[in-house]
């Protein structure tokens, strides 16, 4: 249900104050602080993310149209999200070696995949690469927190189309907003595993967090950062043209 702010606020003289807006969607920037903190390392603070996220909700509330069509916390989850992940990609928080382990497993995937016409299996993916099967797991399971952004950003602009007010803005995910780019992105989700595609819709749509989603599946949490680390490692492979 919408909040009343978000259904009148900018319909409303005098338009509502800063205060207000922070007031009445507070909640949702320690939603998605707290949704995205379950996925980053334990160095990063809770508060940080938070102190970002209302930067954005701010930023949000100045900038928000409600002509566009969206509901402002609709734009505001966006731009809130947008905001914490910028802080914590700042921080460079993530080792050299797991950024370049994610890129071997996705390039590995996208060579598989084309030689097999089909989608690897954990196993063939390991063996591809000349590593055992429980490496190939740790690579993934210490790489999941870095598919957080590339993929959480391909996730909020598809279908959304959000309008920015710079190149600055929108670089270096500009992409993501041709609609080709959208409807290859959509047809990539569907053609998922059932186990890949499930674990992200029960993220993603259903906001659960790992620990729920293994209670789910009957899996640990581990596992289910590993699939959901492969399913974005798959996407990026298969998407990787339009990043190009």
Do not use: C
């Amino acid at each position: 249900m919408q909040s009343r702010t978000g259904l009148n606020a900018y319909n409303q003289k005098p338009a509502p104050s800063v205060d207000q807006i922070i007031d009445e969607y507070g909640f949702l920037v320690k939603k998605i602080a707290y949704h995205l903190l379950a996925r980053l390392p334990s160095s990063v603070e809770l508060d940080d993310l938070i102190q970002a996220g209302m930067m954005g909700l701010i930023e949000a509330f100045k900038r928000f149209e409600s002509t566009k069509g969206a509901s402002f916390e609709t734009y505001a989850g966006i731009r809130i999200r947008g905001s914490i992940m910028d802080e914590v990609r700042k921080s460079d928080w993530a080792p050299r070696s797991v950024r370049r382990n994610g890129r071997a497993i996705a390039s590995a995937i996208k060579e598989l995949e084309a030689k097999l016409g089909r989608e690897a299996s954990d196993l063939e993916i390991s063996q591809a690469m000349d590593i055992s099967l429980n490496e190939y797991h740790e690579m993934l399971q210490s790489s999941m927190s870095t598919q957080l952004f590339s993929f959480e950003e391909l996730l909020d602009s598809e279908g959304l189309n959000i309008e920015t007010d710079s190149e600055e803005d929108s670089a270096p995910y500009s992409f993501v907003e041709d609609l080709g780019f959208q409807t290859q992105l959509a047809q990539e989700i569907d053609s998922l595993p059932e186990r890949e595609k499930l674990v992200l819709s029960l993220y993603y749509n259903d906001e659960l967090n790992l620990k729920e989603i293994g209670s789910v599946l009957g899996v640990s949490e581990s596992r289910v950062s590993q699939i959901h680390s492969q399913a974005a490692m798959r996407l990026k492979a298969r998407l990787s043209d339009w990043r190009d």
